[in-house]
């Protein structure tokens, strides 16, 4: 593996005059930091593709609620900058929140259209969404990538992102990439970390679920209740926020007769209360 001198940048300012002296192809991974393996895949598939990698490394306020976990959400930046060199990144972007956001009061924001956001994680999450396009439209802007690497476990996240760009007319190339499950079928995510040993088998019910879904559409059945409930039944004893299927392309809801099929889940783990989400094409 080739290393790099890795760089760790904090500043927008310093950041940019390093971009302003790269003349090939920029390749950024947004990342909230505790990086894992299905990280790891992106920032491999953005150092193969592109001459220059920046992985960000930012907890973001804005896409935070009240009541959600961003005091608690881990950071690991020592760790993260150990993976991001293995890998071959270039630089770690990690501003603090006075570096992004001068005034997150009086902010301007990108708001994905109601449509988009007022279903499964949006709808959840108020102002989440707004959030997460207003940063991701900062750090396109910071970086002038040519690429962005996006996992498809915040299948939602990608979808309004995608949009943005299209939207916007943002000049990057948005890159997909694969949810990266344990071997027990767990996606891998910066918040499982919150659950105890005990209450794996919690975790696994999501990735169960959606399999057992897969099963029975492999088996002919296409009705939206009857491949929901199953999901169900096995999600029971968890917290289920949803269980939604939709046209992996569109987002809208699915319809029988629809030739693809996306199913949806995010479930609770007690007694940590951690929000779970997963996905799956049938
Ligand atoms: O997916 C995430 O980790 C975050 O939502 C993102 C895209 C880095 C924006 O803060």
Redesign the pocket.
Known sequence: MRRKNLKIIHKINELREIIKNQHGSIGLV???GALHLGHGSLIKKSVEQNDFTVV?V???PV?FGINEDFDKYPRTLEKDAKLCKELGADVVFAPSADEMYQDTQELTLVCPPYSAINKLCGKSRPGHFD??AT??SK?FNITKCDKAY??QK?AQ?LFI?KKMVKDLNFDVEIIPCPIIREEDGLALS?RNSYIEESKRADALKLSKALKWAKELWQKGIKDKQTLCDNALKILEGLDVDYVEIVDPETFEDYKEGDKRALMLIAAKVSPSNTRLIDNMEL
């Open positions: 947004p990342t909230m960000s930012f907890v973001n896409q959030g997460v940063v991701v750090l996006f996992g915040d996240q992102i910066s």
